[in-house]
């Protein structure tokens, strides 16, 4: 059974930075793009951010654009989420989700797969 | 933003069939298909349905998925306590180059 556990989430001051890690295992982790959904309190879901396979391809959502980076380690079956210049609005639960394809584009999307997720709170 | 437009809730009793809509535009599921998620608030989401009426393995009969034009529709059939959940739809949007999903049904059973 695919397993994906985020971690690195927290208590973060505006303006502040944290990562987050998601650490995934009983699938070839490289032969999938990954994707990190949010959900704000009271909010829906919201797509932040997808990576390819291999890494070289990445997209952002506007709100996160410039502020936040997808990476991954695929020696390390981790994709991780730099995410700086925090915001009272960046606030959510970050889901961790495996993609069904390699590639970025409609042909990953939906996520097959999903984490329990990790909650970021931005507040002073 | 959500770009997808869904009703807030939807109930019934056990048994029933609930149906949840789900509207959009030509740049998202005009021209890509839609996708359904459950997710019970604490939870790991759950992919329902895919390519607007494929289940995965292991997802009941009882939910189906259709699509027509800009909209999409999910209904649930034989309605059980354990579809209390929130309920998504989600698509690729060719004009943000991104997925986008829909504002969410709170489906309710009675």
């Known amino acids: 059974e695919v397993q994906l556990v985020e971690s690195g989430g927290g208590l973060v001051q505006p303006g502040g930075s944290l990562r987050l890690s998601c650490a995934a295992s009983?699938?070839?982790?490289?032969?999938?793009?990954m994707n990190w959904v949010r959900q704000a309190p009271g909010k829906g879901l919201e797509w932040v951010s997808t990576?390819?396979?291999?890494?070289?391809?990445?997209n952002y959502a506007d709100s996160v654009r410039g502020r936040f980076t997808i990476s991954r380690d695929n020696t390390k079956n981790t994709l991780y989420l730099q995410m700086n210049s925090l915001r009272g609005e960046d606030t959510a639960v970050y889901y961790c989700a495996k993609g069904r394809a390699y590639y970025y584009g409609s042909g990953t999307w939906p996520p097959d797969y999903w984490g329990q997720g990790t909650l970021v709170r931005v507040s002073s | 933003q959500s770009v997808l437009t869904q009703p807030p809730s939807a109930s019934g009793t056990p048994g029933q069939r609930v149906t949840i809509s789900c509207s959009g535009s030509?740049?998202?599921?005009?021209?890509?298909?839609v996708n359904w998620i459950q997710h019970l608030p604490g939870t790991a989401p759950k992919l329902l349905v895919y390519s607007n009426n494929q289940r995965p393995s292991g997802v009941p009969d009882r939910f189906s998925g259709s699509k027509s034009g800009t909209s999409a529709s999910l209904a649930i059939s034989g309605l059980q306590s354990e579809d209390e959940a929130d309920y998504y739809c989600a698509a690729w949007d060719d004009r943000l180059d991104g997925p986008v999903f829909g504002t969410g049904t709170k489906v309710t059973v009675l």
């Open positions: 990576i390819s396979g291999s890494g070289h391809t990445t």
């Open positions: 009983e699938f070839s982790f490289d032969n999938y793009a």
């Open positions: 030509s740049s998202n599921i005009g021209s890509n298909s």
